[in-house]
């Protein structure tokens, strides 16, 4: 494989908590190739949006190193982070927060260009003018504030700003999960064809699996700050080994069930990581877990194409598949 | 079209501590969307809200009957009739009919899926049937029957002793909804015996079991628990079990999976399924798959209006209305192919663009200068739609 654009390795980050410290990620892998889209799916307090802060340096990590382009950006000073951001940009889950009410539209995304001392004035203008064109806004919109707009027509503003830099990677944080379903498909097309066209790599964080699957090449599956499993985005979602990613998909609201596809619904609810179960993080929950996943913790371990951190691989089989 | 008198009360029994328990009192003519009769039938001898130790469900008022009876051969009567309901908002341009002309039918043990997009007007469908719009709205027309009683006509006594009894309502957050420095058992005791159940042990006993029956692990502690102190699923399950402890004859349950986790959910909506016992369900969502993985039927609600409405698998296989078919291409969906998903253009129209004509007109791929006119909801009870140029079946 070729060196990755970005990779987090053996990530560990805490933090602090009245009653010890809270471990949000505990050992994670993630790479991401130029041009491709990896998801980093899992539930809230799996871990997922503090790995995304780490990877933009907002966290740092209590050991473990992330590499961009091959270097190492872990703990960077100031100024080497701002240009690590330059080529890292993020996109917010929720349009109506992460605007500035009181600014334009115009101004909102010649703020990048302007912290970066990007080209002449009126190059700025230009670009403003060229990415609102690239996301679909209409050309009135320059002078208007966010306030004005719908939630998708915000997120359009979002993704223009993040990419007014012509970031090698955005990170987008469950990017429509706020909008209404005819609107998602807008912005998650968006999402695309800007990459097809620019060739910017994208991570996106969401706990949803059929948008994941619409959209990623990769997927890395977190539970309670570990990667349980990661492979192609068919082999995970089509053929899971690790029993929660099957409960995961199985959990998956589908317009049509077949009579036999009979749903996996997972008892109890993920575990504090205050004090993270003995052995797998996931056995309390986990409907073929045995002795040996409460003492000890698997590691992940290549199958194919993926890998997966469980002592006893798909043997909860999805709905509907029979055993072989 | 009715215009109504507030306060008017119809209920012979108010000031009465003990209800009459008539719920099938007022018989009604068919609507287009409800089964071909109703029966009107002689009031249940069953105490009000019986626990059926056998089956482990609450019975509500009205008979048990097994969930998953399909429309036609239930021939119930209707825990929920709306007609011809309008809602309206003033706007600095004129009045606003953000709710217009909707009727909707619940036959009890039946789910019904209301889905819509945000703006949709299908949580103040939701709220007019507590008579909640917000100021300042208003209900301008229309009638609501809820087992049996004519909710419009009832005075705000009346009306609050209905509420959470005859009529229950999930909401989405529920942190929100409880009272955050009351305990959970406190907040059922409260329900119970507001509701008729007066004895504070005997109220605190089926509080308990209350809580048991919606899956909570050791009730007991959870009684005393404050709701910060439970998790968001938890507290999802026992606004639940506050919404059914006085066994209302119809469950509200505005997006009560939509702040959840995906694992979480699974477990709301399977525990939904195995509560609802013979009370209807009326289920707000955006979710066309959560609807249709819970719902008999499904409405499907555009801009104010029903646009679509039936049983729930002609409305996923045989969508007529061109809105319904965007909607289920627009959603992704765990399939090999993976086909670029169709957008809808533009966005949903904002209170004051509401337009007499077709709503949806302005972003649909079908319409012509007919659809200025509008498309009244034509069709059966199993399947009817409002549109002038109607997918055809089989596209």
Known sequence: MTRPLLAALDLHVSFPHPRGRVRALDGVDIEIAAGETVALVGESGSGKSTAALTLMGVHRPDSGRVLFDGQDVTGARASALKALRRQVQMVLQDPYS??????????????????????????????????????????????????????????????????????????????????????????????????????????????????????????????????????????????????????????????????????????????????????????????????????????????????????????????????? | MVLLKRGLPDNPTRGKRRRIHDPFR???????????????QSPSDRPPDAYAEETGTWASRLDRQPIGTSLAQSMSPAVLELEALRVEFPTSQGVASVVDDVSLFVARGEALGMVGESGSGKTMIALSLLRLVPEPGR??????????????????????????????????????????????????????????????????????????????????????????????????????????????????????????????????????RQRLGSAGLLLVTHNLAVAAGLCHRIAVVYAGRVVETGETAHIIRRPRHPYTRALLRAAPRIDPSRPRLESIPGQPPGPRDLVAGCRFASRCERASARCAARPRLTGGSQHAFACWHPVETGA
Do not use: K
Not at chain 2, 165 to 188: E, T, Y
């Open chain 2, 139 to 272: 209900i301008a027309a229309g009638s609501i029957h809820v087992a049996g009683r004519n909710l419009l006509a009832l005075d705000e006594r009346s009306l609050n002793q209905l509420r959470g009894r005859d009529v229950a309502m999930v909401f989405q957050n529920p942190m929100s909804a409880f009272n955050p420095v009351r305990s959970i058992g406190h907040q059922l005791v409260a329900s119970l015996r507001r509701h008729g159940c007066t004895g504070r042990r005997e109220a605190r006993s089926r509080a308990l079991r209350a809580l048991g029956d919606v899956g909570i692990p050791s009730p007991e502690e959870r009684l005393d628990a404050y709701p910060h102190q439970l998790s968001g699923g938890m507290l999802q399950r026992a606004m639940i079990a506050l919404a059914m402890v006085n066994g209302p004859s119809l469950l509200i349950a505005d997006e009560p999976t939509t702040a959840l986790d995906a694992t979480i959910q699974a477990q709301i909506l399977d525990l939904l």
């Open chain 1, 98 to 324: 992460s605007l500035d009410p009181r600014w334009t539209v115009a101004r909102i995304l010649a703020e990048p260009l302007e912290a970066n001392e990007w080209g002449s004035r009126e190059a700025r203008q230009r670009r403003v003018a060229e990415l609102m064109r690239r996301v679909g806004l209409p050309e009135d919109a320059a002078g208007r504030r966010p306030t004005e707009f719908s939630g998708g027509q915000r997120q359009r503003i979002s993704i223009a700003r993040a990419l007014a830099l012509e970031p090698r990677l955005v990170i987008a944080d469950e990017p429509v999960s706020a909008l209404d379903v005819s609107i998602q498909a807008q912005i998650i097309n968006l999402l695309l064809d800007v990459q097809r066209d620019t060739g910017v790599a994208y991570l996106v964080i969401s706990h949803d699996v059929a948008l994941v699957h619409q959209v990623a090449d990769r997927v890395v599956v977190l539970y309670l700050g570990q990667v349980v499993e990661q492979g192609p985005t068919d082999r995970v979602i089509r053929a899971p080994l690790h029993p929660y990613t099957v409960a995961l998909i199985s959990a998956v609201p589908e317009l049509e069930a077949s009579a036999d596809r009979r749903r996996i619904v997972l008892p109890g609810e993920p575990p504090s990581p205050l004090s993270p179960p003995s052995g797998c993080a996931f056995h309390p929950r986990c409907p073929v877990a045995r002795d040996h996943c409460r003492r000890e913790r698997p590691l992940l371990s290549g199958v194919g194409s993926a890998s997966v951190a469980c002592f006893f691989p798909g043997e909860l089989r999805p709905p509907g598949v029979r055993p072989a």
């Open chain 2, 26 to 40: 007022v018989s009604r003519p068919p609507t287009a969307y409800g089964p071909a009769a109703h029966v009107t």
